[in-house]
């Protein structure tokens, strides 16, 4: 049986507003997927640095909630290593991915000569 993988390119809806603001990402796979496989995606969607919520799955139409995301392609991506983790059958941990930082960490600066 064929791996599960995402055909064709998700839509987007955005969802909420302020400073809480989410997508909505709507895409469907190859084939229905099973319970385990749902669960697993599931677990990997919500411990992402995109904060995955709300998966629902109606046949193979899946629609899953995200943190506002940085453009299309981290959308997609993230998808597809959603997708993959659960076919893959991967442990994902447990809470979800620390937040991204909008400002770079400050660095000592370097002192002149040293290395």
């Not at 299309?72 to 979800?96: H, M, Q, W, Y």
Request: glycine share 8%; hydrophobic share 35%.
């Amino acid at each position: 049986m064929d791996a599960i993988r995402r055909i064709g390119q998700p839509t987007f809806e955005r969802t909420g507003g302020g400073r809480d603001e989410r997508v909505s990402v709507r895409f469907k796979l190859n084939r229905e997927p099973d319970m385990t496989w749902m669960d697993c995606f599931k677990s990997h969607a919500a411990s992402s640095a995109l904060g995955g919520a709300n998966a629902v799955f109606r046949g193979n139409e899946v629609c899953i909630e995200v943190a506002k995301p940085t453009g299309v392609p981290e959308v997609a991506t993230a998808v597809d290593c959603f997708i993959e983790c659960a076919n893959l059958k991967l442990r994902s941990f447990p809470g979800r991915a620390p937040e991204r930082r909008s400002t770079p960490s400050p660095l000592r600066p370097r002192v002149r000569g040293s290395f």
